[in-house]
Each structure stands twice: as structure tokens, then as C-alpha cells.
């Protein structure tokens, strides 16, 4: 971490902190309406369905208005505002749960807790990226997202504990009882405060953001004519197959447990060794990556993740899901960060924010892909969504194989970050 900007790691700090809160309300949402909590009409939709559909309205939105955020974020040249109104919103919306009573609510929420996601993740990876100069970006990137990753994957543990614990009693002799949702809500809502403070007093954008008026070079074909396809849009299909596969795995767990003979506790621990080991191997990744080139990572951890996926439908012990998923975290901390990193060295000056949300997007839309696909293919045998997976990787190995080149020195003096 020693070439790693003091302001990356506060940053990612921040995040961790907000990640804690945002990912509290993967567990306390479901249990929040089938408490009795909620009122009114489900559109004639069964309650686990709404319910589901109100978790997923947050990744919806996000993905719809990153790109738009992005390129709001180079236009005004104020990373660090963007990330702090996006937590401000954040944050009052986490205490809006307290006070929504019905489904139409919780639904509005979420849409506006979306777009704020949106204005905090283009604005901090683009912040990110720009902090960093060509030699450091990989492992800025890695030690941001291993924080990031940090706060999310503790969230949902300590979310449990939260509302289990509840009601609690204030102090200060008041008869005053504070319920175990409230509580988880407030506790959001705090982190994403504690966030605000520390980017406020602790990160500054460079002085190299400027404004810019310039058109957004965003691409699906290669504007120099030598590949078919854009190479920052294939390194966000690349992204989209990696995180097609890692998400294969959370929707069929009562059938992950059935085969495997196992209990909720030994599945949180597989689904929390592939993020252990994706937040742990990030960073030696990114920065190993600034050192020998980001394509060699990105194209070794594509090909690592077909096995790895693969493997994940045919073990038949608990330790050997455990060992998979180790696995499978350690190859898509070679594609995300790495992936990240070159995204950045291709992004023109002043154009990261909107490029940059072409990978943030398709992260996040390949979480909700392979969440889908996964629920639908287990009918066809246990093997089948982790197959799809793998197939999946073997194209983004090919893509970025075949269509992505590492940035030439004169290529690179459009980028944006500070000097080497």
C-alpha cells in the first residue's frame, strides 16, 4: 500500500462505512414487511415477490442513472460534491424507513436511494481514478474496492444482531422504546453520515478536475478501426461475466443446502469466503497489475473463473464449496480491479465518470443477471446456472483476448490522473 494516495484509502473508508449501512437492508428489508410493519395493496403480487422487488428497485435505478450521474460529475468537475449528496440522500432515506407504512413507500424510497447510489459510485470511482497516477491505479483501485467489499460483507452480519437485539430502551430515564428495525434503520443512517464526514474533512478533489463540455466517448465499436468492439465496453461485458458468476450462488441456497447437507451457518460462511477473498486479494492484484501489465491479470483471472465456477455445481462437501468460492473470489479480484484500473488508463481526460460507469453498470448488472438466471436454470440439474457461468467467462476470456490492448505511452497522455 505504499503508493496508495491517502485520500483512496479515506475514501474507501467512506465507502466501507456506507456499504455497512446500504447492505444492512438485504436482511432487515424482508423481515421489515414480513413483520406486519408494512400496509396496503401488493398489486395483486405475492408479498416475497413485492418484497423482492423493492430490494432489486435499488439496483434498477442505479444501473439506469450511473451513466447519466457520470457524466453530470465531469460536466460540474466536483467529484467529491457528488459523492456527498449521494450519501446525504442516502442517509435520509435510510431514516425514511422508519415512518413508510406501504408498499408504494418502501418502493419510492428505494427508487430515490437508486439514483443517490448512482451520484456516489461514478463520482468515487472517477475520484479514484483520477487520484492515481498510471503507476498506482491498480492498486488504488484494489485497496478501494477491498474496503468497500469490507463494509458489505459485514453489513448483513451485524444488521441480524441489530434487529434480533431489539426493542431497546433509551436512556436519559425515558420509557421510550426503540424497535430492532428503527434501530438497523438509524444505524444506516448514521454510517452514511460517519461517510459524509470523513470525505468532507479528509478528501479533496486533484486540482487536475476540471469542467468539461466535451462529448462523452462512449462506444460499443473500436473508434480506431483495429478491433471490432470498443475496449472499455468489452472490459465491461468482461466485468458482467465475472459478476454473472459470482452471484450464481445466493438465490438457490435452500438447494445448495439440500445437496451439500448443510445448515444456514456453513452457507453464510461459503458466501463470505469468495468476499474475504476477493477484498483480501484486490489489492495485492491491482497493485502487482501496475507492475506487469492489466491485461495479463484480467485475461488469467477470466480463464481461473471457469473452473472455479464450474467446480461449484459438482462438489459435494461443504469444505469443497469453501475452497471453490476462496477460489473463485481470488479470479475476480484478477478481473475487477485490474479491469477497473485499465478502464481508467483508457478513459479521456475529463470523460472518466461517464466511461467509468460503463464497469460499475455492468457489475452491478451482472449480479442481478446471475441472480435471475441461477433461479431459473437450477431446474435443469445442480451443474446447469454454474455451467452457464462458466460459459459465460470462457466469452469475456475471448473478448478481452482478442479485442483489448494495453494503452500505449501516447495513447496514455489523455488520461486523466496526475503525473507520473
Known sequence: MVDTDRRVVVLGIARMADAVGNSFLIVVLPLYVAS???????????????????????????????PIAGRLSDRAGKRKLFVIVGLAILALTDLAFSVAGSYVSLMLIRVIQGIAAALTITASIALVNELSASKSRGGNMGVYNALRLTGFGAGPLAAGVIVEGGPYQLSFGTNI???GFDAAFATAAFAALASILLVQVLVSDPEETMPTSDDVALAVRDQT??????????????????????????????????????????????????IGALAVTQPIVGTASDRLGRRLFIIAGLAFLVPTTLVQGIVVEPWQMIVARILQGVSGAMVFAPALALAGDLAK????????????????????????????????????????????????????????????????????????
Open 225 to 274: 478501426g483495429r478491433h471490432l468492439l470498443d475496449p472499455i465496453f468489452t472490459l465491461g461485458l468482461a466485468t458482467l461475466a465475472m459478476s454473472t458468476c459470482i452471484a450464481l450462488l445466493a438465490p438457490i441456497q435452500p438447494t445448495v443446502n439440500n445437496r451439500l447437507g448443510q445448515g444456514a451457518i456453513l452457507f453464510s460462511i461459503q458466501f463470505a469466503a469468495f
Open 36 to 66: 406486519g410493519a408494512v400496509t396496503g395493496g401488493t398489486f395483486g403480487l405475492t408479498e416475497a415477490f413485492v418484497s423482492g422487488l423493492v430490494l432489486a428497485l435499488f439496483g434498477f435505478v442505479s444501473s439506469v442513472v450511473q
Open 177 to 179: 422504546q426503540v424497535s
Open 349 to 420: 481526460k475529463g470523460q472518466s465518470g461517464a466511461q467509468l460507469s460503463v464497469l460499475t453498470v455492468a457489475f452491478g448488472l451482472g449480479i442481478s443477471f446471475g441472480q435471475v438466471i441461477s433461479g431459473f436454470l437450477i431446474r435443469y440439474g445442480f451443474i446447469t446456472p454454474f455451467a452457464f457461468g462458466g460459459a459465460l467467462a470462457v466469452i469475456g476470456f475471448v473478448l478481452v483476448s482478442t479485442q483489448v490492448e494495453e494503452p500505449t505511452a501516447e495513447s496514455s497522455v489523455q488520461t486523466t490522473g496526475p503525473a507520473d
